[in-house]
């Protein structure tokens, strides 16, 4: 055994960097797992803190082939109250709205903004929330607020919160009526402040469709039940008809597990974070795919040492040691080496998370929040450590003295198969991984850099709702500065979320539904946006009753729209305009519309200003004196926020950068892990046939013709691997794109850049380590042979 150790010790001097490489190998292998794992917890943990979250569903409705998470009163009470399995109830508004309020400290007032939400009572009936201070009652009064506990510290400190006030900018005085402790990250259910909602409000309204419904009953079981049971009440309430199938019926409700709310996709009006299955699936892949490849990589490094090591072994062997116990001390150290990479990996996973790289992970990723995740990987190390030990140690103590001898143990046909198949899974996990991060990356930059038909350059955004009475007096003051072109308003911000407003209306009698973006009549001139049919709006569209309506092709298509026709109840359509691109690359283009309020206005001015900034001036001189004009309106508004139009972008496909990112990393980690393994068996190649390599130089060969002769037996490999990987990777990155409406080509070179990268990188392993040996002095090797 001690001789065995320093053997070992021995062969650690002499190759100190391929052993530095391996244990590096090893420990970003297990680091890597760790960090994927931590994400894959965060995504397939979400939302199952809650009690019986298994219990707890989101109601949706559907027509046709457009399903919706949006839900008027009546309709979301008529569901309610259909079946006794339906123990609880909860309503909310769509969106969170941003507060501002203030709060008087020592005589002075502070100004804050946060997150906010509209609720019913019951609402906390059906999740989970932990109340550190007040009522856990689940009860919220009117003129009160539930707050998070991060949010009490930061306004409070450590003095108790409820009964405090706050003065909100457009109801006045508030309570603090309970204090709840913060909700984990992976939730739909958000911490923010929480206010009553009437318990009347739009009770009857079948045209306000401004909720989300939830229901919490007493067995999932019953779900199924749950459908019947509502058609029934719709029937008693003359909703449908008598006639009306459920299977066969154009509209209707369904039931949404709340844990999958997470994954399902192509709900409209529902903005709650998303993943994608392909994508965690494949990030699992990969963090498999690196503690595989870091394994055999290990093996092939133990199976590369045998030339050094298989004589001591042997000696011990004569000198009356079992193999067993030889086998034994071998798998030891193989398991001592795994255990010490892993310990390194740990303050590898802790460099990561006081890294910036730590915002592509979702998850917690410090030590003291994932024990389990952390205690596992010491099992993976371990395991890795047996496996990558036992195949090493049989061989080792399987070889013959005759062999060793000879010289011919490392080239059994059968060891040399082995070797190759274990080199070739490499080569298949790099391919992939380079096609797939590549993909991912041109998906992401087609989103980001693809025409949305309208002008996006030299654009400013900021948001002036707390000065909207003061709107065309800070238009002309911005106006006033030379380097500003023009200023335009709207409600939303383009491109900046899956789906916006949506109406249900009626035209020549049929029922239809479009989105709808409220704008300001300059809107389309300065943004760019060309009419194809019909007129722009004008000014005088503001003062007619009735608002004004252009629609995109999308809409003029599917309801066969005419310019001159009315949409009931609400206006004109004056003009048709191109489809353009208002909202994220993940849905297809919808009937959409652009509008101008008359008169008769019942919902919000917009507030979201567009700023056209002259090409050719200093944008950062531009933000000051949009900023300093703001402050001459409102000196105590201190959230106001200029940002360039790319930055509504870079957010709204943040969660596929991070992961494509993520990806990218690891994909990196796996190819380097995967070319240290090639590396390995180059060196056990090459040990192996010294004394070959001596004769061929002897007869003649030169080092040229030695080192072409080793790089065609690894491409033979490589080609190979290849072919077995494109179909494979090709297959993965259509799944993964089935998430997206709008897609990148799947470009021919990028299989090829795969092959040139690998290609090259095997070149210049295989030529560095052999160029080295085959300048040895070929007598030298014939007779240490």
Known sequence: MKAIILNFLSVIRRFRVAVVLNILGLSVAFAAFMIIMVQLKHDYGFDKFHKDYDKIFRVEGYQNDNVQAMFKRPEADLV????????????????????SFSIEKDGERDYYEEKSLMVLPSFFDVFTFDFVEGSNSGYIEARSVFIPLSLSRKLFGNEPAVGKQIVHSNWGNLTVMAVYRDLPANSIIKNCMYFAMHENENKDSWMNGIYHAYIRVDDASNTPQLLDAV???????????????????EFGWRFTALP??????GIEFDETPKASKQTLMILFAIAVMIVVIAGINFTNFSTALTPMRVKTINTQRVLGARRSTLRRALVAEAVIVSLSSYIVAVLLFDMFYHSPLTKLVDGDLSITSQPLIIGVTALVAAFAGLLAGFYPSRYMTSVQPSMVLKGSFGLSPKGKKMRNSLTGIQYIASFALIIGASFMYLQNYFMQNSSLGYDRDELLTVNIRQIQNNRDAFTN?????????????????????????GWGRRYNGESINFQCLPVHYTFLKVMGIEIAEGRDFRAEDANMQKGVFVFNETARKKYNMELGTQIDGEGEIIGFMSDVKFASFRTAVEPMAFFVWGTDNWGNQPNNAYIKVKAGTDMRAAMSHIRAT?????????????????EVLQRLYEKERSLSSLISLFSMIAIFISIVGVFGMVVFDSECRRKEIGIRKVLGASVFNIVVMFNKAYFRILTVCFLVAVPAAWYAVNRWLENFAYKTPLYWWVYLLALVVVGIITAATVTFQNWRVANDDPVKAIKSE
Do not use: C
């Not at 999958?260 to 996709?265: A, E, L, P, Q, R």
């Not at 409600?491 to 900046?496: A, P, V």
């Not at 309106?633 to 139009?645: H, K, Q």
């Open 231 to 249: 058609i029934l009440n719709a029937r008693s309430k003359g909703i449908v008809d008598d006639d009306f199938e459920w299977n066969k019926s």
């Open 260 to 265: 999958d709310i997470h994954y399902v996709k």
């Open 630 to 646: 703001f402050a001459e309106f409102d000196s105590e508004y201190t959230f106001f926020e200029v940002r360039f139009f790319d």
């Open 80 to 99: 309610f109250e259909s079946s006794p399995h339906i123990v609880a109830s909860a309503v909310a508004h769509i969106w969170e709205q941003t507060t």
């Open 477 to 501: 003051q911005l106006k006033a500065y030379s380097g500003i072109a023009d200023v335009t308003y709207g409600e939303s911000l383009l491109s900046s979320q899956d789906q916006y407003m």
